[in-house]
């Protein structure tokens, strides 16, 4: 693979997608210590938001420490260099939400659909657009469904006025050839200047391998997250990227040590948990299952004595997709009664 | 004279043929007309092999009649576009509207809350809120009359296939009414609902779950009662309505689960959301001729 001199952008998910390893409970100071150190290592697009986007806050997904204005009203004026990205779930936040980011200063909106399902974003990216905002279509769980049905549901977000589409492993399930066919069919069929992007998750290890993957085959935006702090396993752990991109001569604009050392100076220490492929975030990635289920999944195990990764094998198998919380909690009731727990 | 209201549905897709199809069966209320924009349109050939008057010029086709055919009910199954022009040149006519768009002009009406209480005012004007609200907001009313509720949120799970384009273009309007009426009929005092549309084959069923957040701690005997009598009145006009799991109770969280199976009149049974609907908006007529036929309410005159 020759990624000599590519260009990519590099965009950490630590104080989005982090957000649910900490149960969106970042503090101010937190979000602000570890934007700015990204800024100063070079990261240019940062995400801040409640970990299923803006209007998160809820008892089924978790109510934050903070609102996302107060997040983004911490953070937008600290920074340098880098641009500030918040992420929208239509039917979780509304065009509201997103007005209210931009007034705050976000430059980059980020509206997320299953990736089946994004004739329901046309609204949320309209607006993002007719705003004059980086209007990001990001297509999630796109492991689902054939390279062709991801294309179809990428040109409808172009045609809302999306100028980068991703396609998101939500469920870190991908493995890189599935990569490389997705990304390289968007490339091929999608507008020469919209520009594409890949999320990916550690689930099953595949994290770097697929960005590496993703980038050769024609993605220009990379998510990852400083110290991997994200859902699962967490998402492609950005200092690692970044050092396998530097061996690579990919032209990457990012400080080696410097994010090294947000990544275990900063993030580590406030980890509640390793973010690591243990056996439970390796199911998500094995069934093909949201990453962010894991938590909700454990405490279900805590509560009502069934086994997260049953839980999860069983969500897989039913096909829910993200923003389905409410049906762990659900589902591991009936399963304790069905084996006479409760 | 027939008890029976008679019925004009505008609408002839999806939502408006159930409602005829269930209307058909109906003690109250009697199918009369059925008007479309389009003289091609299935739904409108449909009605007219069942026996139904029909207009493809909107309203306005059959305006003329309305006092010839004594109708005295509209069910507006179009867009909330339309709907205001509607209702207001039926409503001049003595006709009561049943509004299952999201509009919303009149208030929200969800029967076994606040039904009773449009009734017996006669309310020219009523909506049926959404799906989503039809489906959780009796299980936010439920816990809110045994104790205040603090915070209510609803999140609507249903089949991708359930979900039209009318929705999906302006999916905003759905967070934004259901959450409205979570608290104006629900009673939580702030509320937020939250909709996933998935895409499994075989479909799912419409699937919901209520959180309550109660002020004081939550009297659990006297919520769980609460719950478990008012999924007997919602099963009343939809009998697929269930409790799969709860009131479970978590400090001062109340959680309940719930599934809905429609009767598969014209919608397939997965499509719980729209049987809710449709189901409710009958239910809601069939009240008005309820209470007329007793002579609670007095109709508006005719000459």
Same mark, same amino acid.
Request: some cysteine; charged content about 20%.
């Given at each position: ?342 | ?75 507006? @199954? +179009?867009?909330?576009? %339309?709907? &205001? ?6 409503? !001049?006519? #003595?006709? =009561? ?37 039809? @489906? +959780?907001?009796?299980? %936010?009313? &439920? ?6 509720? !603090?915070? #209510?949120? =609803? ?37 937020? @609902? ?5 895409? &499994? ?103």
């Amino acid at each position: 693979m020759d990624l000599t001199g590519k260009k990519v952008t590099l965009h950490d998910m630590s104080l989005r997608d982090g957000m649910h390893a900490k149960q969106h409970q970042l503090s101010l100071e937190q979000m602000v210590a570890i934007s700015t150190g990204l800024d100063e290592a070079g990261i240019p697009l940062i995400e801040v938001t409640h970990g299923d986007g803006l209007g998160g806050a809820s008892l089924n997904y978790g109510f934050p420490a903070h609102t996302d204005e107060e997040y983004l009203n911490a953070v937008v004026p600290k920074m340098k260099n880098a641009k500030i990205s918040a992420l929208l779930l239509p039917g979780i936040g509304t065009v509201d939400h997103l007005k209210m980011a931009r007034d705050c200063g976000v430059n980059t909106i980020r509206v997320a659909t299953h990736c089946t399902e994004a004739d329901v974003s046309e609204q949320h990216i309209g607006m993002a657009a007719k705003m004059e905002m980086d209007t990001v279509g990001f297509l999630m769980m796109a492991h689902m469904v054939s390279p062709e049905k991801v294309l179809e549901q990428a040109k409808l977000m172009e045609s809302y006025g999306a100028n980068c589409i991703y396609c998101t492993d939500s469920a870190g399930y991908m493995l890189p050839d599935e990569v490389t066919e997705k990304i390289g069919l968007l490339r091929a069929e999608l507008n020469a200047n919209t520009e594409i992007g890949f999320h990916g998750h550690h689930n099953m290890g595949m994290a770097i391998a697929n960005s590496l993957a993703a980038m050769d085959a024609g993605a220009n935006r990379i998510d990852g997250s400083v110290a991997g702090l994200g859902a699962g396993a967490g998402n492609t752990p950005l200092e690692v990227f970044v050092a396998v991109l530097d061996r690579m001569q990919a032209n990457h604009g990012v400080d080696l040590y410097k994010i090294m050392d947000v990544a275990e100076d900063l993030v580590v220490p406030l980890m509640d948990q390793p973010i690591r492929v243990d056996r439970d975030a390796l199911t998500l990635g094995y069934a093909g299952v949201y990453s962010s289920f894991l938590l909700f999944a454990q405490r279900a195990e805590a509560k009502y004595g069934i086994q997260a990764r049953d839980i999860l094998v069983e969500l897989g198998r039913r096909g829910t997709v993200g923003g389905q919380e409410d049906m762990i909690e659900d589902l591991a009731l009936t399963m304790a009664k069905d084996k006479g727990l409760i | 004279m027939s008890k029976k209201l008679r019925a004009v549905i505008i609408g002839p897709g999806n939502i408006g043929t159930d409602l005829l199809m269930k209307m058909q069966r109906s003690d109250w209320i009697e199918p009369v007309w059925m008007v479309g924009i389009d003289p091609e349109s299935e739904g409108l050939k449909r009605a007219e092999s069942m026996g139904i008057k029909t207009s493809s010029t909107g309203i306005d086709g059959m305006l003329d009649q309305v006092i010839a055919d004594d109708i005295r009910v509209a069910f507006d @199954a +179009t867009s909330a576009y %339309v709907h &205001a022009e509607n209702s207001r040149k039926l409503n !001049e006519l #003595g006709v =009561i509207m049943v509004d299952l768009t999201p509009a919303a002009i009149g208030p929200f009406c969800v029967p076994p809350v606040n039904l009773k209480q449009h009734a017996s005012q006669l309310e020219m004007n009523v909506n049926m809120v959404t799906c989503g609200g039809q @489906a +959780t907001i009796p299980m %936010v009313a &439920a816990v809110s009359q045994v104790q205040d509720v !603090e915070y #209510g949120e =609803i999140v609507a799970t249903v089949s991708s296939r359930s979900i039209g384009p009318g929705t999906r273009q302006n999916i905003d309007e759905f967070t934004r009414t259901t959450a409205g009426a979570v608290e104006a009929v629900g009673g939580a005092d702030r509320g937020k @609902a939250i909709i996933i549309v998935n895409p &499994a084959e075989p479909p799912l069923m419409m699937r919901d779950t209520i959180h309550c957040l109660t002020k004081e701690a939550p009297d659990q005997e006297a919520i769980t009662a609460s719950v478990k009598n008012m999924v007997k009145e919602v099963q009343k006009y939809v009998p697929g309505y269930k409790l799969v799991n709860g009131p479970i109770f978590d400090g001062n969280k109340v959680s309940v689960f719930m599934e809905v199976e429609g009767l598969g009149d014209f919608l397939p049974k997965y499509a719980g959301n729209l049987d809710i609907m449709t189901a409710a908006g009958l239910r809601t007529a069939e009240m008005f001729a309820e209470e007329a036929h007793n002579g609670t309410i007095t109709l508006p005159a005719r000459g």
